[in-house]
């Protein structure tokens, strides 16, 4: 696939380091050279703004699939769509970073000939939101219409897991085990592998049994989340805001600045306004917010979302939910207490690669940062239909969900497997181009 993306952007050079070692990429930037960062990947680069016809022209774009505006400046990423699609039948996504530009409904990408709005804070949103919504998960994804979850849980040292063998686990029927991640490195356990604590582990299964799951190895005494406080109160906190109002939940938001305090009172119905530093401990302990059952710093800083962190835990908040700004901060916020660390910017990175790059192969989920993927593949025609516990992959990888029609199985080892079966796989990013091939290879039938 050719994919041509305009901008030198951190945002930029993520997917292009996603997709240069499978995909023809070229970059467009108006600066004479690229970024450092980008001289180690192997891609060409055109100088110049793809309004112009000739600097499209000059980057190949009659032959490109995907058109990807990534510059730093709205308006230039909407004219440069607009402009690749008059003369290509191409594909394109344009980021944008304000929220005149993100109208789910009135249609304006339509008229622009952009076939893809990404704004990377609403996507952020989503994801906080479902994090929230699932007491302990610090990752959450929904499949097949809400009838299957991905979640993720950190293991406490009071969890009776620790120290345990998957095997002797016992977890409840329709649900498996799909990952660890220790100590930022995810893989794929065997029956052999024994849980530590601070482990995160990853489950897929239906809700309710996932929910028994819980209730039996993660957190006995879980309760229903009451009340949230969010520190920082632009587009995420504001979108958040409205999100839990939905749910009855109780929300305080504290906000620095007085103008845009005004604009959170006139527009949210439910929230509770506070203008003030989120830093302000004697604001946090008078407010006693310590009895929140989670904290969400939103702020546009890095350093004042993990001071604001590490204060309110300090205070006692059970669950603090960070934004980092830049991807490469994620790790290092959970390493030093945060519970959950999102980046509005990798959120944005997985929209792309899950929903435009694969086009064979559909990518429903990333977790753990890009370290894994979930995704989806038919089973042909004339497959002929054999147990799961036979079928050989190349490399690690697990079905996690089959569709059969109208039916949704979490499958065992005797489970079969048969000709247009819908798969859910779960596999590590550096095994899935090998399981991806395997499932497209027609050898595979002949298993």
């Not at 993720?152 to 998957?166: A, M």
């Not at 799951?213 to 006995?220: Q, S, T």
């Not at 620095?256 to 509770?272: A, D, I, Q």
């Amino acid at each position: 696939m050719k994919v041509i993306i305009y901008g030198a952007t951190e945002a930029a050079y993520l997917i292009a380091n996603k997709l240069y070692i499978e995909h023809d990429i070229t970059v467009i930037s108006e600066a004479e050279e690229l970024p450092d960062a980008f001289n180690k990947l192997d891609l060409s680069f055109v100088q110049g703004n793809p309004s112009s016809t000739k600097v499209l022209k000059s980057a190949g774009i009659e032959s490109t699939d995907v058109f990807i505006a990534a510059s730093p400046v709205d308006e230039r990423n909407i004219v440069a769509c607009w402009n690749a699609g008059k003369f290509a039948d191409v594909q394109t996504l344009c980021f944008v970073s304000k929220f005149e530009y993100f109208r789910d409904n009135e249609g304006f990408h339509i008229d622009a000939g952009i076939d893809y709005i990404i704004w990377p804070e609403k996507l952020l949103t989503q994801e906080i939101f479902r994090v929230i919504t699932i007491p302990e998960a610090v990752d959450a994804e929904e499949f097949a219409g809400g009838k299957v979850n991905l979640l993720e849980y950190k293991i406490k040292n009071s969890s009776k897991l620790v120290s345990k063998q998957i095997k002797n686990c016992h977890f409840p029927q329709n649900t498996l085990i799909l990952g660890i991640s220790r100590e930022g490195q995810l893989f794929i356990p065997t029956g052999s592998s024994v849980i530590h604590a601070d482990d995160k582990l990853l489950f897929m299964g239906f809700r309710r049994n996932l929910e028994e799951l819980y209730r039996e190895y993660i957190d006995e005494k879980s309760s229903q989340i009451r009340s949230v406080v969010i520190i920082g109160g632009g587009n995420v906190g504001f979108m958040l805001a409205e999100l839990l109002e939905s749910l009855k939940i109780k929300t305080k938001i504290i906000e620095k600045n007085y103008e845009r305090c005004e604009y959170l009172s006139e527009n949210l119905k439910e929230s509770l306004v506070l203008n003030a530093d989120g830093t302000d401990i004697e604001l946090l302990e008078s407010e006693d917010i310590g009895n929140s059952d989670i904290a969400v710093c939103v702020t546009n800083n890095d350093e004042k979302n993990l001071l604001c962190s590490l204060l309110v835990k300090q205070l006692g908040v059970k669950k603090v939910i960070t934004r980092v700004n830049s991807v490469a901060n994620a790790s290092l916020f959970e390493k030093v207490g945060v519970d959950v660390a999102l980046s509005p910017l990798q959120s944005a990175i997985d929209e792309v690669n899950n929903k435009f790059i694969e086009t064979d192969i559909n990518i429903l989920a990333t977790v753990e940062r890009g370290q894994g993927e979930v995704f989806e593949t038919t089973i042909a025609e004339n497959f002929k239909s054999i147990e799961l516990m036979n079928m050989k992959f190349p490399a690690n990888a697990i079905v996690a969900t089959i569709k059969r029609g109208h039916k949704i199985l979490i499958p065992k080892g005797d489970t079969l497997i048969r000709a247009n079966d819908i798969l859910f796989v779960f596999t590590t990013t550096d095994n899935a181009p090998v399981i991806k091939d395997f499932f497209k290879n027609e050898k595979y039938y002949e298993i």
